[in-house]
């Protein structure tokens, strides 16, 4: 494909990545054959509200769509859901279901996304992972009054869900091997006002000790024991420990696949071949480093790179986005733009810990590389996002007033 659109393209996966490459190639004139392969029987939908407001229940489950199926047929897409890719030959330009079916392709974008990791295998009454939607509605069942909830955990994921189950009166504990929550990833400061937000409101934050084993009985859970030998009673047991990338299916590809499928910063995989999303690894040339990241807001944002760099290879961009999440816990919104983990600095430049509203910026080696903010408006923090896509040097932009 040098110029010529490709006669068939294939999107596996059909969430937020997929489907904004699917869009895309429409949008950008693309008019050829176009598959859409999801595993999950549903339409795509939104994954962060899950763990936010499907799990509070302040949103029901048919919010999260994020297209109705006039949408897709108006975009003429062949959807294949509720099936997952089994295998792909590269050398043959074909991509396997595990239904059997055999679908060529010119051009193929992989978002196949993750799958979270478990401490015992699924089956066990009462413990829980949460990724899709049954995850979701299935936890949300078992909340409430009187009910006794163990995170195991103490990320994002595992503390909005925390935050959520309070909510909803369950009494919630969350065991966290390390001795302050997320530090590795928000620093020191900011993961010790999150511990303390938690237990303020009346969270059961054990930190510092690890979950040595999920006890059961009769194929319900019935409490964990940690490896100091407490044993903690539960009802029900949310494992979040974070996530696998899925390129088993990868094997014998001739794709290379290590954390994630790795990509070129244009990111291709192969000839012809693009992935974008939380499975997708690429060297993010405005750090000048690899990375595969789990957040919605790149989901979609690759979902079109891949997917425009798919139709124009011969002026494919790079793709340097500025990372971006948030997260909200209790009535607290915490935004973040750029890179935090593994910066040499984290300095607080406005507000204060104490009272929940500051924002704090990161710097790796002399450079502003990132900020994160809580309860502050959302254009304070677009200023410094700026600051951190133009590479801004750190004493320079903490000089700004």
């Known amino acids: 494909m040098t110029g010529a659109h490709p006669g068939r393209v294939v999107v596996v996966g059909a969430s937020a990545a997929g489907l904004a490459a699917v869009e895309t190639l429409r949008r950008d004139g693309y008019d050829g ?8 029987k549903h339409l795509p939908y939104d994954r962060p509200p899950l763990s936010k407001q499907v799990l509070s229940g302040s949103w029901p489950v048919e919010r999260t769509a994020l297209r109705g199926q006039a949408d897709l047929d108006a975009l003429d897409v062949d959807l294949r859901l509720g099936v997952p890719a089994a295998a792909l030959s590269v050398a043959a330009r074909s991509v396997t279901l595990a239904d059997g ?4 392709y010119d051009g193929l974008v992989l978002a196949t996304g993750v799958r979270p990791r478990r401490l015992v295998p699924a089956g066990t009454h009462g413990v829980h992972v949460l990724r899709d939607l049954e995850d979701a509605v299935a936890l949300r069942e078992r909340l409430g009054p009187g009910r006794r909830l163990v995170v195991v955990g103490a990320g994002f994921l595992g503390t909005e869900v925390a935050a959520a189950a309070l909510t909803l009166g ?37 930190t ?7 006890v059961a009985a009769d194929g319900r859970v019935t409490g964990v024991r940690l490896a100091d030998g407490t044993r903690l009673p539960a009802d029900d047991v949310l494992v979040a420990i974070g996530s696998t990338p899925n390129t088993e299916w990868l094997r014998g590809s001739g794709l290379r696949v290590a954390d994630g499928i790795e990509c070129d910063e244009h990111c291709a995989a192969a000839p012809g071949v693009y992935a974008a999303g939380d499975v997708a690894r690429w060297p993010n040339p405005l750090f000048g480093t690899p990375m595969r990241i789990e957040h919605r807001t790149n989901a979609a944002e690759q ?30 919104k915490f935004q973040a733009y750029g890179v935090l983990r593994g910066s040499s600095q984290a300095r607080v430049v406005e507000g204060d810990l104490a009272d929940g509203r500051f924002l704090v910026a990161y710097r790796t080696g002399e450079r502003l590389t990132g900020v994160l903010g809580a ?19 750190w004493e320079e932009a903490l000089s700004v007033p």
């Open 101 to 104: 079916a055999e679908l060529a």
């Open 33 to 40: 054959s176009l598959t859409l392969v999801g595993a999950e």
């Open 170 to 206: 369950a009494a919630v504990t969350v065991v966290e091997p390390a001795p302050v929550p997320l530090a590795h990833l928000v620093g020191q400061q900011v993961g010790a006002h999150l511990a303390r937000t938690h237990r303020d409101r009346g969270v059961d934050l054990r």
């Open 208 to 214: 510092g000790t690890a979950v040595a084993e999920i």
């Open 375 to 393: 309860g502050i408006p959302p254009r304070t923090l677009r200023g410094w996002r700026t600051a951190v896509a133009d590479r801004t040097a």
């Open 303 to 332: 979902g079109m790179a891949a997917a425009r760099n798919l139709l124009h290879p011969g002026e494919a961009r790079p793709f340097a986005p500025v990372p971006y999440f948030w997260s909200d816990q209790y009535d607290v």
